[in-house]
Every structure is written in structure tokens, then in C-alpha cells.
């Protein structure tokens, strides 16, 4: 059974960037997306965009436009999470999800594998 | 403000059923879009309970189910336990913004 591996907690300052990745262990991610959701504390949860690591096919919320980046290396079945421009608002738990089905990466398919979670704390 | 509106929090006795909301537009759920439930517990990752507005995956136990209509859909949970303590969220895809969730329901068992 595929399981899904966070890197660990990051302290950033305000107007760096981050990156955080998410290895599949146990198995391959084949065709099947890999999401980044975030929590910030006391809120809900927020999707940030899908990548198919196969293909390199990515989709963004509007909401990160320009400011986040998702990249994979199929090989090592691992994808990244870059964000940039770092504000404190960006402070919260990263979390990875697949997508329980292959050749979905807008967000829409359920999650059925997440990783740990990323806590990314970002102050000035 | 999130694009899929559900109670902030609902709450419930020991054996009781409760029911979670939400609450889209023509752009989502309304659409036909399907919609995905979670159970959250803090410090923990998010569990898929529902998918498709009404399948379990495997190991998810019956007393949860799942319904849609129109531009809304709804979490039951019946014979409520202690552990099903947690929150809830909904996710659906929107025309516009792609993959979206609701803003999370706390479940409190008294």
C-alpha cells in the first residue's frame, strides 16, 4: 500500500520561499495526481493545486497563481511544493493527497492517500 | 468565505443520528460535480469518508452515508460514537476555482 511522506517543519522568514516534498512510499505514483491542501491554524482546508508527476501536468487555485509551484520526478516518486513570497498568513500544515483516481489532478477527485502533514511557520 | 458553506458546528448524544450540510451553487455541486466528505482529527491527516457523494471506502463503517440535491449535499451520520468527535469537511470541484472544500464542521458528541 502506497504511502505518502512528508519532509519535516520548516521556518521561514516573510518574503522567502519554501519548498516541501512528498515521497511515495511503498509503492509508485503511476498516473495519479498528487495535491497539496493546506490548514492554516483555525481554519479549514484549502487546495493549492494538483501535479500528475508522469506527465508533469499541474493545475493551480487561482488563489496561488504565480506564487506556487508543483514539480515531480517520476523516478523517485517524489513532488515538490514550492511557495514563494512568504507571508505570515502562509503559516500552516502542508498536507500531499493523491487522488484516488488515475489522470485527475484539478482537484475535484477525492483524496484517498495523504501524507503527514508539513508544518511551515513563516515570521519577520 | 469558503464556496461550499457548512455549519461551523453541530453536535449530537451518544446513539443519535446528525446530519452535516453543505451548501454550493450552479458553479459546483449544483453543476453536478460529486462531492467528497472528510474526517478530520487534530494533529492527525484528513480521512476520506464519502466519495462520490454516496460510496465508503473500504473500512469506512455504514453509519456514515451520504446524499445530494440540487446545489446542496449532506453528511448523516447515524448511532453516533465518541470517536466520530472531529471535523468535517466537504469537497467538490467548481468551474471556476477547480478543487475547493468547505469551511469544516466540528461534530461534538455530549
Known amino acids: 500500500q502506497v504511502q505518502l511522506v512528508q519532509s519535516g517543519a520548516e521556518v521561514k522568514r516573510t518574503g522567502s520561499s519554501v519548498k516541501v516534498s512528498c515521497r511515495a512510499s511503498g509503492g509508485t505514483l503511476n498516473g495519479y495526481a498528487i495535491n497539496w491542501v493546506r490548514q492554516a491554524p483555525g481554519q479549514g482546508l484549502e487546495w493549492m493545486g494538483g501535479?500528475?508527476?508522469?506527465?508533469?501536468?499541474?493545475s493551480y487555485a487561482q488563489k496561488f497563481q504565480g506564487r506556487v509551484t508543483l514539480i515531480a520526478d517520476d523516478s523517485t516518486s517524489t513532488a515538490y511544493m514550492e511557495l514563494s513570497s512568504l507571508r505570515s498568513e502562509d503559516t500552516a500544515v502542508y498536507y500531499c493527497?493523491?487522488?484516488?483516481?488515475?489522470?485527475?489532478?484539478?482537484?475535484?477527485?477525492?483524496?484517498?492517500?495523504w501524507g503527514q502533514g508539513t508544518l511551515v511557520t513563516v515570521s519577520s | 468565505q469558503s464556496v461550499l458553506t457548512q455549519p461551523p458546528s453541530v453536535s449530537g448524544a451518544p446513539g443519535q443520528r446528525v446530519t452535516i450540510s453543505c451548501t454550493g451553487s450552479?458553479?459546483?455541486?449544483?453543476?453536478?460535480?460529486?462531492v467528497h466528505w472528510y474526517q478530520h482529527l487534530p494533529g492527525t491527516a484528513p480521512k476520506l469518508l464519502i466519495y462520490?457523494?454516496?460510496n465508503r471506502p473500504s473500512g469506512v463503517p455504514d453509519r456514515f452515508s451520504g446524499s445530494k440535491s440540487g446545489t446542496s449535499a449532506s453528511l448523516a451520520i447515524t448511532g453516533l460514537q465518541a470517536e466520530d468527535e472531529a471535523d468535517y469537511y466537504c469537497q467538490s470541484y467548481d468551474m471556476t476555482l477547480s478543487g475547493v472544500f468547505g469551511g469544516g464542521t466540528k461534530l461534538t458528541v455530549l
Open positions: 462520490d457523494t454516496n
Open positions: 450552479s458553479s459546483n455541486i449544483g453543476a453536478g460535480y460529486h
Open positions: 493527497a493523491r487522488a484516488a483516481s488515475a489522470g485527475y489532478y484539478d482537484g475535484g477527485n477525492p483524496f484517498d492517500i
Open positions: 501535479i500528475i508527476p508522469i506527465f508533469g501536468t499541474t
